[in-house]
């Protein structure tokens, strides 16, 4: 499984991006304002940083404005991924899009007949947020599951699962058990993917005693 990194801020991607697992950047328009830059600088800078795929998420909600932003954006770099929400406005500018070769983020995805649709239209990608449905009581690993048993069912979908909303490494570990192409994750939970107790306490032990032995490498 693919992990993109859920951040729109240099200084962190600059310093997840440099631990080597890092295949791709989602961003969406809170992240962009959290930082309060100048939006198509950063996305240049981001995009410049990774070479690989930036999603990068339009505002509009009609298809006509929708096609003039998702322009815009592909022209401040040739790995911008157009994001869009998962509308019917959104469909139709998905299926613009991903015909004339560029690539297609489909997000806000909370349902499987929604992924379907998705890819119909061509989407590169489709964001489940399992976090989200979690909040409201569902199970946001089931959509994962659902979904990739539609898209297995069936030549020629090949709309990558993009699990989003993440909010524990529990959520990273079943998302990649239940097939997902990919996670994307923020900087936090990345971190934590790695910790474990006794990694840490038996990494204390081989320290104490190797310098209790004496011995050089």
Not at 42 to 53: G, K, M
Not at 76 to 97: E, S
Not at 177 to 194: E, F, N, R
Request: with cysteine; hydrophobic share 40%.
């Amino acid at each position: 499984m693919k992990i993109f990194l859920d951040s729109a801020n240099i200084e962190e991607i600059r310093e997840i991006n440099d631990l080597g697992i890092i295949d791709g950047i989602t961003t969406n328009p809170s992240l962009i304002a959290k930082n309060k830059y100048d939006f198509r600088s950063t996305i240049a800078d981001i995009c410049s940083l990774i070479n690989a795929d930036v999603s990068v998420e339009v505002i509009a909600n009609d298809f006509k404005t929708m096609i003039i932003q998702a322009n815009s954006l592909l022209e401040i770099a040739d790995n911008v991924v157009i994001k869009l929400p998962i509308t019917w406005d959104g469909l139709k500018a998905c299926k613009q899009i991903s015909k004339e070769g560029r690539k297609v983020n489909m997000t806000l995805c909370f349902s499987p007949n929604q992924a379907l649709l998705a890819a119909k239209a061509g989407a590169t990608y489709i964001s489940p947020f399992i976090g989200r449905l979690d909040d409201i009581g569902q199970n946001g690993i089931e959509l994962i599951r659902d979904i990739r048993q539609i898209y297995d069912n069936y030549d020629g979908l090949d709309t990558k699962i993009l699990a989003a909303s993440i909010r524990s490494p529990n959520h990273v570990y079943l998302s990649a058990l239940y097939g997902a192409d990919i996670a994307t994750v923020s900087a936090k939970i990345i971190k934590q993917l790695l910790d474990h107790p006794l990694t840490s306490s038996g990494l204390e032990i081989f320290n104490k005693d190797w310098s209790e032995s004496g011995l050089n490498i």
